[in-house]
């Protein structure tokens, strides 16, 4: 089992970046994929990036390919979300992921959240 605590969301003008982290408990972190979800209000919940267990594999959703990048410490058991280039749209709450068996399914360990805003 894994715990997950984000940090790193706000408050930022359109343009704008911010880095989103996660810090992960337990001694196997490096045998989960990780991934970044997003949810607005009035909308479903939607993956936004994964990395594989070795972060030789990413996923990025179409919205965010070439603005975001997922990365991880897999010694340091953390993920993060350097989000650049951020548009209105991109508002949302960010939660961080954890699933034992696929890249883009079956996430079943969940962060609280954290809310990001981008200003127009």
């Known amino acids: 089992q894994v715990q997950l605590v984000e940090s790193g969301g706000g408050l930022v003008q359109a343009g704008g970046s911010l880095r989103l982290s996660c810090a992960a408990s337990g001694r196997t972190f490096s045998s989960y994929f990780m991934g970044w979800f997003r949810q607005a209000p009035g909308k479903e919940r939607e993956l936004v990036s994964a990395?594989?267990?070795?972060?030789?594999?990413?996923y990025y959703a179409a919205s965010v390919k070439g603005r975001f990048t997922i990365s991880r410490e897999n010694a340091k058991n953390t993920v993060s979300l350097q989000m650049n280039s951020l548009k209105p749209e991109d508002t949302a709450v960010y939660y961080c992921a954890a699933s034992e068996t696929s890249l883009r399914n079956e996430y079943s360990y969940w962060g609280q959240g954290t809310q990001v805003t981008v200003s127009s």
């Open positions: 990395i594989s267990g070795s972060a030789s594999v990413r």
